[in-house]
């Protein structure tokens, strides 16, 4: 596609449930972006992957936090048993392979409510 | 590790006027890309302008530019002839060249136009 394509583009969730956003990057573009942004704040990184090379998650803050790319291309960041402290935008970015760098393109985020 | 600081949580100016957001980062390597992102409303970060560290030209695009100062670890943002369209978030992000391509943010500035 011609972006960054997320979905949903707002999800309520109860407590206690687990979630799954997706992510669908530009086509050709084969490292993939998941970062967090709280009410009011920067953006904090969770996780990156790069075509077939393991994925970095030192960002990803603690073991509820998931993510997957299928076919290195969709990803799916996925949250279990929600916490009212997960609500925020979760925002996925895309770029051509690293070692060049021409920045990277966003989606419009997901806005994740925890109730 | 990087950070990143924004001084000025929010600003106002009117329309036509220029207006200078402010940035300093800190870290111990001295290769590395500078960025300045607009998030509006829509939620999408939108690539403003870059620079790379080791140009000492500052970067211009139209009526944006920069003041990269190395070794203040400074990198400030004017815009010039502000437009209504202008009203966003902007944050400014640090990149290193080698490793994984991570931005880190600072926490933005909420930049307001006034018609």
């Known amino acids: 596609g011609a972006g960054v394509s997320q979905s949903p583009s707002n999800k309520v969730t109860e407590k206690g449930k687990d979630v799954e956003l997706r992510c669908d990057p530009i086509s050709g573009h084969t490292a993939l972006y998941w970062y967090r942004q709280s009410l009011g704040q920067g953006l904090e990184f969770l996780i990156y992957?790069?075509?077939?090379?393991?994925?970095?998650k030192s960002g990803l803050p603690s073991d509820r936090f998931s993510a997957e790319r299928t076919g290195g291309s969709v990803s799916t960041l996925t949250i279990q048993r929600t916490q009212q402290e997960d609500s925020a935008v979760y925002l996925c970015a895309s770029s051509l392979a690293s070692g060049q760098f021409y920045g990277y393109t966003f989606g419009s985020g997901t806005r994740l409510t925890v109730v | 590790a990087q950070t990143v600081t924004q001084s000025q949580p929010e600003m106002s100016v009117q329309e036509a006027e220029t207006v200078t957001l402010s940035c300093t980062y800190d870290t111990s390597e001295s290769n590395y890309y500078l960025f300045w992102y607009k998030q509006p409303p829509s939620r999408q970060m939108i690539l403003v302008i870059r620079q790379e560290a080791y140009k000492q030209q500052n970067a211009t695009e139209n009526r944006f530019s920069v003041n990269f100062q190395k070794a203040a670890k400074s990198f400030s943002l004017k815009i010039s002839d502000s437009q209504l369209g202008d009203t966003a978030m902007y944050f400014c992000?640090?990149?290193?060249?080698?490793?994984?391509?991570?931005?880190?943010f600072g926490q933005g500035t909420r930049l307001t136009i006034n018609p």
């Open positions: 992957f790069q075509g077939n090379s393991a994925p970095d």
């Open positions: 992000a640090f990149m290193l060249t080698e490793g994984a391509q991570k931005l880190v």
